[in-house]
């Protein structure tokens, strides 16, 4: 607004008087409106961690989810694709493309990003070399058959469970700190979905053939939502590279 506080004050300049108010409330909506989208994003992202403490929670205690039903498959690939919509939102909401960064600045944030990715790696290797093994007729590290299930996850649940919080401070600093959006914060739902399929995966059980169907349908698919994230990062980071290198011949 560039009227001046004195002049509305004083009563100088009496005709721009009611726009100088017009705008005040303007501001006050817009303000407000501002308030009750930053509130409804706090929940959202809320909602989303609770979901997942309470997933991990049925998962730790051996109940599983679905009464064996084969559709954990679409429910994590379900859960990934609302986890990513949630940060199209914090993106959308703080609307700059500097927000996002294919290496981000913070140490945190890159040492959070590379213990991710690393679980990811492991907990898809551990399961085809496992279960690929299997196949073949042995067991990784010698160990019995019976103790399989229960090595895997124990892995997958320390996975599941880290990358919870890992995601829950990224949250927290993009929403509080304004920190940036980077692959990190792609990468960390997807090991927690994957892991969490992962782990429904061993507590059914099925023949070989049908897990080993279901392993790769389940990974094609979180990774591939994965990947569809990253790339929307990578581009949402060259433009804004972009943008910096035209700024200097704008301003001449």
Not at 179 to 203: E, K, N, Q
């Amino acid at each position: 607004m560039e009227l001046p506080i004195q002049d509305i004050v004083t009563g100088e300049r009496a005709g721009d008087r009611e726009e100088a108010v017009t705008e005040v409330v303007r501001l006050a909506k817009l303000q407000e409106q501002r308030k009750r989208e930053k509130r409804i994003l706090y929940l959202i992202v809320l909602g989303l961690l609770i979901y997942n403490c309470v997933i991990g929670i049925c998962l730790f205690s051996g109940r599983g989810l679905f009464g064996g039903r084969d559709i954990a498959c679409q429910v994590a690939g379900i859960s990934m694709a609302g986890t990513l919509t949630m940060l199209g939102l914090v993106y959308w909401y703080f609307g700059k493309e500097e927000d996002v960064k294919m290496i981000p600045s913070s140490q945190l944030s890159r040492g959070l990003g590379i213990a991710s990715l690393a679980m990811l790696l492991w907990s898809v290797g551990i399961m085809y070399l496992s279960f690929g093994m299997v196949r073949a007729g042995s067991v990784p590290l010698g160990m019995e058959l019976s103790s399989l299930g229960p090595f895997l996850n124990n892995q997958l649940c320390a996975g599941y469970a880290l990358n919870v919080i890992f995601l829950a401070v990224e949250m927290y600093r993009l929403l509080m700190e304004r920190t940036v959006l980077h692959p990190g914060c792609v990468i960390s739902p997807a090991v927690i979905y994957l892991d969490f399929f992962y782990i429904d995966i061993l507590g059914r059980m099925d023949t070989l053939d049908s897990v080993w169907k279901a392993l790769d349908r389940g990974t094609v698919l979180i990774l591939l939502e994965a990947v569809s994230g990253i790339v929307f990062l990578f581009i949402q980071s060259h433009r804004s590279r972009s943008h910096a290198s035209d700024s200097p011949h704008q301003s001449q």
